[in-house]
């Protein structure tokens, strides 16, 4: 006996098409996970009230993104875990989850349901969201804020030749390469800063070429280890004045008050011309 193929579905073939496409109806499709759809399609989601792990489970937004089509049901299984809705291994074409995700807040939370398409052959084809807003849960985090450079003061950066140099020195002190290092970062990344100038200075006390050949040499000292930490050399000046400009006026009669009491005008000043904006 032959069946013929008729060209005009009957009575019962067309109810079952219109309550199929009735019950197809209820669900948009997503994108595949990290693409955009030509066009929607109908995806049918299972009632979250049945899945068997109701609360659902919170997963590796890593692990997420790195769904992809063409992947196999091993390997869908090794990186998203057992699926929700009591789906087997073989023989079905798509797997459900449900996924919890944090929201800022870090105690709330969100809950999404994915989807796992396959075809005959257990190769994954597509990804789909409900609501398709979690799709979003893909998206790269926005790269970090960097934060704003500290500007250099509009006073000058004063550091004690005494604590820099040893007596009579131009050779910065283990102390002295501790206290630059502690305005090298300061320094370094103020980016508004278009050029530093490093001056020396010492005391009255002495000749005044030696001052100012000394307050030179520290003045070097200070710009080369600023160098060496970072900061353009062409943006560096280096100058000594010897006793000009002094902070403090001393007429103490002892020679070591006297030292004692000019010790502020034993200084090496660093300060920045400022680009403005």
Not at 23 to 33: D, E, K, Q, V
Not at 153 to 170: E, K, N, T, V
Not at 243 to 271: F, G, H, K, W, Y
Request: hydrophobic share 40%.
């Amino acid at each position: 006996m032959m069946f013929q193929r008729t060209s005009r579905p009957g009575p019962f073939a067309a109810s079952l098409i219109l309550v199929l496409a009735a019950g197809l109806a209820g669900c948009r499709s997503t994108a595949p996970a990290g693409e955009s759809p030509a066009a929607d399609t109908l995806v049918s989601f299972p009632d979250a009230s049945k899945a068997s792990l109701k609360e659902g489970t919170y997963p590796d937004v890593a692990d997420l993104r790195r769904f992809a089509p063409g992947m196999s049901k091993r390997q869908l299984y090794a990186l998203l875990g057992t699926p929700h809705f009591n789906e087997g291994m073989w023989g079905v074409r798509r797997w459900n989850y449900l996924f919890n995700f944090r929201t800022a807040q870090g105690a709330e939370y969100f809950t999404c349901q994915f989807q796992v398409e396959f075809d005959g052959k257990g190769i994954a084809q597509a990804g789909h969201w409900k609501p398709q807003a979690c799709a979003a849960v893909l998206d790269p985090p926005p790269p970090p804020v960097a934060a704003a450079p500290a500007p250099l003061p509009a006073q000058p950066l004063r550091l004690s030749a005494d604590a820099l140099f040893g007596f009579d020195s131009d050779v910065l002190s283990q102390e002295g390469q501790t206290a630059v290092q502690g305005v090298l970062a300061q320094v370094r990344e103020a980016s508004q800063v278009q050029s530093i100038q490093v001056v020396g200075y010492t005391d009255r006390i002495g000749g005044a070429d030696y001052n100012q050949r000394l307050s030179q040499r520290r003045a070097e000292s200070v710009r080369v280890a600023l160098v060496q930490g970072g900061v353009p050399a062409q943006a560096i000046s280096a100058e000594g004045r010897g006793a000009a400009d002094p902070l403090v006026e001393c007429t103490q009669r002892s020679q070591r008050e006297l030292i004692a009491c000019l010790a502020p005008n034993r200084r090496v000043q660093i300060a920045g011309t400022a680009r403005l904006d």
